[in-house]
């Protein structure tokens, strides 16, 4: 578990677990600690509401309710507790969801993953369609993957494969991530992936604004499918992904992001298997223009919306 005042001081940390990682190559170590490993994310935060540890179950401290989030599954900690969290965090692989993977005549499904409490003032029970969710203590559930909340005496009431959510298209679920192959990268179950998307984001594009497009894509997208461009560049995510036939690349950041995964698109010959869209963040950014994605964003809350218009978007050809 990795416990950081800020995303710095995080990556300085797995940094410095790579480097004694010496019986891996640098970039399979790489792929499995940032990717695989179940570790929450830590940062700092404070909350506009009451707001409860998972670990502890009592409140956060202050009338702002700080302490530390996972960046990816929202899971809530007090510093003092965040080193008993049981590395649960979102899951990447099949392998990562264990005992509570769903076998069926068709092979496996996928469960829900339910993470308890803290759910917004507005929820209701998918099943009852009652108010759930408590400002008084951590109670009830909601799926990482789906977004579904429900009472804890609804959940077994409630369907139990995930349906994935509004951006299921674009989703590599974890299912589908189940063996590794010679170089001792993880390969994809294709069945399982109609159109994946993989997402390299620049995290210092926009005045360091991609670093909270890079968490919000993991909470909507599989972990193991988005990338940070300034962590590893885009050679580890194309490495994943070059054995399916057809995939679709989002670039978030500025011209230059663009050109860095083109070129490395290039040198692994990946030309003919994926269409690249892009989101552009900071300034700067002609190319995006050209193809209609606009000049910037820095509303992550719209990435869904986004995913959508990806996903239904027309193909052009670029000359280099």
């Given at each position: 578990?990795?416990c950081?005042e800020?995303?710095?001081e995080?990556?300085?940390?797995?940094?410095s677990?790579?480097s004694v990682?010496?019986?891996?190559?640098?970039?399979v170590?790489?792929?499995n600690?940032?990717?695989?490993?179940?570790?929450h994310n830590?940062?700092?935060c404070?909350h506009?509401r009451?707001?409860?540890?998972n670990v502890?179950?009592e409140?956060?401290?202050?009338v702002?309710?700080?302490?530390?989030?996972c960046?990816?599954c929202?899971?809530?900690?007090?510093?003092?507790?965040?080193?008993?969290?049981?590395?649960n965090c979102?899951w990447?692989?099949?392998?990562?969801?264990?005992?509570?993977?769903?076998?069926?005549?068709?092979g496996v499904a996928m469960?829900?993953?339910?993470?308890?409490?803290n759910?917004?003032?507005?929820?209701?029970?998918?099943?009852?369609d009652?108010?759930?969710?408590?400002?008084l203590?951590l109670q009830?559930?909601?799926?990482l993957?789906?977004?579904t909340?429900?009472h804890t005496a609804?959940?077994?009431?409630?369907?139990?494969?995930?349906?994935?959510g509004q951006?299921?298209v674009?989703v590599?679920p974890?299912?589908?991530l189940?063996?590794?192959d010679?170089d001792?990268f993880?390969?994809?179950?294709?069945s399982?992936?109609?159109?994946?998307l993989?997402?390299?984001?620049?995290?210092?594009?926009?005045d360091?604004?991609?670093?909270k497009?890079?968490?919000?894509?993991k909470q909507l997208?599989?972990p193991a499918?988005?990338f940070?461009l300034?962590?590893?560049?885009?050679h580890?995510?194309?490495?994943?992904?070059?054995k399916?036939?057809?995939f679709?690349?989002?670039?978030c950041g500025?011209d230059g992001s663009?050109?860095?995964v083109?070129?490395?698109?290039d040198?692994?010959n990946l030309?003919?298997?994926c269409?690249?869209g892009?989101l552009?963040l900071g300034?700067?950014?002609?190319?995006?223009?050209?193809?209609?994605?606009g000049g910037?964003?820095d509303d992550?809350?719209?990435?869904p919306?986004?995913l959508e218009?990806?996903?239904r978007a027309?193909?052009?050809?670029l000359d280099r």
């Open positions: 578990m990795l950081a800020n995303r710095k995080m990556e300085d940390w797995i940094s677990l790579k990682q010496t019986r891996e190559p640098y970039e170590a790489q792929f600690v940032e990717h695989f490993s179940g570790m830590w940062y700092a404070s506009a009451p707001t409860f540890c502890c179950r409140s956060l401290s202050g702002t309710s700080h302490g530390l989030s960046e990816v929202k899971f809530k900690a007090h510093k003092r507790c965040a080193v008993r969290a049981m590395n979102k990447t692989t099949l392998a990562s969801i264990g005992k509570d993977i769903i076998e069926n005549e068709d469960p829900h993953q339910w993470l308890e409490g759910l917004p003032v507005s929820a209701k029970c998918a099943v009852c009652k108010t759930c969710g408590s400002v203590r009830d559930w909601r799926c993957w789906c977004r909340m429900v609804c959940k077994d009431l409630y369907h139990p494969v995930c349906p994935l951006c299921k674009s590599i974890p299912i589908a189940n063996s590794t010679s001792g993880c390969r994809a179950t294709f399982f992936c109609v159109s994946p993989l997402v390299f984001v620049n995290s210092k594009s926009g360091n604004q991609g670093v497009f890079l968490r919000r894509f997208l599989n499918q988005v940070d300034m962590n590893g560049g885009p580890l995510g194309l490495r994943l992904f070059q399916f036939d057809n679709r690349i989002l670039v500025g663009v050109g860095w083109l070129s490395e698109i040198k692994l030309n003919k298997q269409q690249l892009v552009p300034t700067g950014n002609d190319l995006a223009r050209v193809l209609g994605w910037s964003y992550d809350t719209q990435l919306q986004i218009k990806l996903e027309s193909t052009k050809m």
